[in-house]
């Protein structure tokens, strides 16, 4: 094939000057609002340095989604590689067939009717969490979203209770995302292969994971089919071979699912809330919503899509504050992305925190303004704001987008109706929970709050 021109190396200018990749990943806190600079000085990929690697930042939207729906030429990062070692060849990191003939596997747990039933699973959840709380209770917000999404999970996606199972879940993971930046630098992952002190906690870390998966495992074993995605798994049968699904790949499978499936749900809805308490006329207008008799009819019905508002708060809670805020593709072959040439081997990063902020592509780009994702009607419309293509990725673009988009989207938007309605979360003033970015946009300080009757 002819190879396409070489992308023009130009030192980053304006608010970064010289920047490097070390420099890029090394303050992590820092890293979202850097990313956003980059976005907001340049329309044209911006080159890094970082020595041999070759690592490009895609500041256009066009560009960006150019990359992520490119059929060929390209497969997922540094970011992938780093999480292989926890989650092997589990949809989210696997390549190529394995991962095509998974995601037809798994696609139809996802389907509308599926859905549905969850859908009322995820409200009880909630409900269930409502009654435990009471008025004048402080908490650590962040805290509670987690053992929530991931006690909705397990019900919906493993039929089981892991309640019993989050706090030794929290803790692996916890372990497992305070080394990811460390990974993340040129050279990090020799650490793994290396015996050193981040190889053993990330072995340690894998073992707790591993053996609350092995329990949620044999517990579906012992007590039969049901309509889960565990017992899909458990009963899938190679399509030439007719053999079951391997132990070591159901591992995999449930383990990504188990993970992927409530950390950045959990992420997303505590960005929301710490967007609701300091934005007084946000909160009046979900107030507005949740308090309606019609609301609380679709929340009792489990039909998210009839709650507008709450669906535009959670749209924009994940427009500043996006779980997954960057977005790595490794080239593979040569490819040129709108005239621009990249070479085999770079690194394309998509800086999806920046992309979702920049001035170029929304108004008020940098406010809090649900309202934005409603259109003439009051209906929810994800076009609504006029933004160009690729400038809104929170679940990704192309064959790999998040095969639970929709599951996110109606847990996300059930569990903040639900919970809205009961109270109110308190911040103190000018609280900021600070960024962990790490494989999500986690919150660095937890969000502690002072519960208060809606």
């Known amino acids: 094939m002819t190879s396409a021109p070489s992308l023009p190396v130009r030192p980053v200018t304006g608010a970064l000057p010289r920047l490097t990749l070390r420099q890029l990943l090394g303050d992590r806190e820092r890293l979202p609002d850097r990313l956003a600079a980059i976005v907001a000085g340049s329309q044209d990929p911006v080159p890094l340095r970082a020595g041999p690697l070759r690592v490009v930042v895609v500041t256009d939207p066009h560009l960006a989604r150019a990359l992520l729906t490119a059929p060929t030429g390209v497969r997922k990062g540094r970011g992938i590689d780093a999480l292989r070692n ?86 692996a993971m916890d372990e497992v995302l305070a080394d990811f930046p460390v990974l993340m630098r040129p050279g990090g992952l020799m650490l793994l292969r290396l015996p050193t002190p981040l190889r053993s906690r990330m072995r340690r870390a ?55 499936g409530h950390e950045t749900t959990a992420v997303a809805l505590s960005w929301t809330w710490w967007h609701l308490a300091r934005e007084p006329r946000a909160r009046a207008l979900l107030a507005t919503e949740v308090s309606s008799p019609l609301a609380r009819t679709a929340v009792e019905a489990g039909a998210w899509d009839r709650l507008p508002v709450s669906r535009a708060v ?19 072959h040569d490819l040129s992305l709108d005239g621009h040439g990249v070479r085999a081997g770079t690194l394309c990063l998509v800086p999806t925190y920046g992309l979702h902020r920049d001035p170029r592509s929304w108004s008020e780009a940098d406010q809090f303004r649900p309202q934005r994702w409603l259109d003439a009607t009051g209906r929810f419309d994800e076009a609504a704001p006029d933004q160009p293509r690729g400038a809104y990725l929170p679940f990704g673009a192309g064959a790999r987008i998040c095969i639970g988009a929709q599951f996110a989207w109606m847990e996300a938007t059930l569990v903040l109706a639900s919970l809205a309605a009961r109270f109110r979360p308190e911040i103190e003033a000018g609280y900021h929970p600070g960024y962990a970015p790490a494989v999500t946009l986690r919150l660095r300080h937890g969000l502690p709050v002072t519960l208060a009757r809606a």
Request: overall charge negative; aromatic content about 4%; proline content about 3%.
């Open 206 to 260: 894998t073992a707790q994971l591993d053996a609350v998966v092995a329990r949620l495992v044999a517990r579906r074993r012992a007590e039969g089919g049901g309509d889960d995605v565990l017992s899909m798994l458990l009963a899938a049968r190679d399509e030439e071979t007719g053999d079951p699904m391997s132990d070591a790949l159901i591992r995999d499978e449930a383990l990504t699912l188990l993970l992927a």
């Open 314 to 332: 959670i749209a924009e809670s994940m427009r500043l504050n996006p779980p997954a805020y960057v977005v790595g593709r490794r080239v593979t």
């Open 86 to 171: 926890l989650l092997h060849d589990g949809l989210l990191t696997s390549e190529g067939e394995l991962h095509r003939r998974q995601r037809r596997l798994i696609q139809p747990a996802f389907t509308p009717a599926r859905l549905a039933g969850y859908a009322v699973d995820a409200v009880a959840c909630a409900r269930a969490l409502a009654d435990r709380w009471d008025a004048g209770d402080r908490l650590d917000l962040a805290e509670e979203m987690s053992a929530l999404t991931l006690e909705i999970v397990g019900r919906t996606l493993f039929g089981a209770e892991v309640r019993d199972e989050r706090a030794e879940v929290a803790a």
